[in-house]
């Protein structure tokens, strides 16, 4: 299934380039799957990503592999395979993407440079950009990069496929975490049961993972993995790769020691979401969507006696924002926050800054976005007074907020959003 999946995918990618080339002025697109990145004074090397446009293509791992594309041929695919005692070096075998390419291999980088052969009128996207300028490719042509980029967000059922495999394999991972969190465990144990349970190591996740127990799930973005133990609150921020495709995951749990509130606020935030997940169609404009969220956690806020004014007044002016500071969501795919939900248009406008987290399209049924970034930072209440004194303070002012709100006293907890078109176990 997945091979046929495969071949439908690259007949697409070969469309897809064909158009892009003719609008750009190019006769031929050249991708490396990059260089590793080395540590300033230092031999290690980062881990290794492949650049994205060359994965568009190709799942082989590793670096300086070389693909070649031209209308109306095959892709033909230079694999650099070394022979190197200090590195495994593992056989290709016959895996399922191969059959789609003109495949040559070559053992040192300048023979997959030779290998390539002439290529004249030829645009090149990778990081490898000394070889490639001695070979007389156009470097990074910002027009074509954009319509590639473009094409990435609407996803062929072989993306699809990845992108709920990779769901499949992170819920795996949140359920072993939420049970380590239930027996007690610290934040560096329910991270290495969520990795545990995936059978994998840390540099083969989409990102590292976010463990926050207590008064620290009010961070966006937490990093530290404490030795605290019996939390109340987990904030639980972890995905999973299925051919380079990614998952992105964010999940509250309480304990039922967990203030009653606050469970209030969490299990009110997981309604809003499927709710909001109900209310997708076709031709809705994200950015309603994303308004609505704001009216419902406007909603919950003054039901929860967070907020004594009514919803419509509360989006309008803004007071929501410092508990939703973040978009609805973003696009998910190669790169965990993928790109096309930042152009307008195929040849590359984009919108103000502000609004770069939100779809300026409505999204085609084969888009996938995430909403896992949609979460009501229900912060505290020192972090939402800062936020909305800047916001809302007239200059000059020395006052305190407005008297619309009540002060929060709970610590701050984020609840997840997944794709509605893509399966996670919530």
Known sequence: MIAQLFHEHVLERQKKAAEALSKTGFDMLVLSSGEPYTYFADDENAPFHAVAHFAHWCPMPGPHHLLSIEPGKKPRLVRYAPEDYWYEQKALGDPFWAPEFDLVEAGTIDAVWEALGPARNAAYIGNEVDRARAAGLALNAEKLV????????????????????????????????????????????????????????????????????????????????????????????????????????????VSSRCDPRFTALRDGVEKLQQELCREIRPGLPFGDLHR???????????????????????????????????????????????????????????????????????????????????????????????????????????????????????????????????????
């Open 292 to 426: 609505a969220a704001h009216l419902k956690v406007a909603s919950l806020l003054k039901e929860s006696d967070l907020l004594r004014a009514d919803p419509e007044e509360a989006e309008a002016r803004g007071w929501t924002r410092p508990f939703l500071p973040h978009g609805l969501g973003h696009h998910l795919g190669l790169q965990v926050h993928d790109v096309g939900g930042h152009l307008r248009i195929r040849r590359g406008t984009r919108p103000p800054l502000r609004q770069s987290t939100l779809i300026s399209e409505t999204p085609a049924p084969s888009s996938r976005v995430t909403f896992s970034r949609w979460s009501p930072a229900f912060t505290s209440s020192r972090c939402f007074s800062g936020c909305f004194a800047r916001e809302r303070r007239p200059r000059g002012s020395t006052g305190s907020s407005s008297p619309s709100f009540r002060r929060s006293e709970e610590s701050a907890s984020r609840t997840t959003w997944s794709s509605p078109k893509t399966a996670i176990e919530t």
């Open 146 to 253: 954009s319509r590639l980029d473009w094409d990435r967000a609407y996803k062929t059922d072989y993306e699809i496929q990845s992108l709920e495999e990779a769901s499949a394999l992170g819920a795996k991972g949140h359920r072993a975490a939420a049970r380590a969190f239930e027996a007690g465990a610290s934040e560096l144990e329910i991270h290495y049961a969520f990795v545990q349970a995936m059978e994998s190591t840390e540099d083969e996740l989409p990102y590292p993972t976010i463990v926050a127990l207590n008064e620290k799930a009010a961070f966006l973005h937490y990093y530290n993995k404490r030795d605290v133990r019996n939390g109340n609150v987990l904030l639980i921020d972890a995905g999973a790769k299925a051919r380079g495709y990614a998952s992105d995951i964010t999940r509250t749990h």
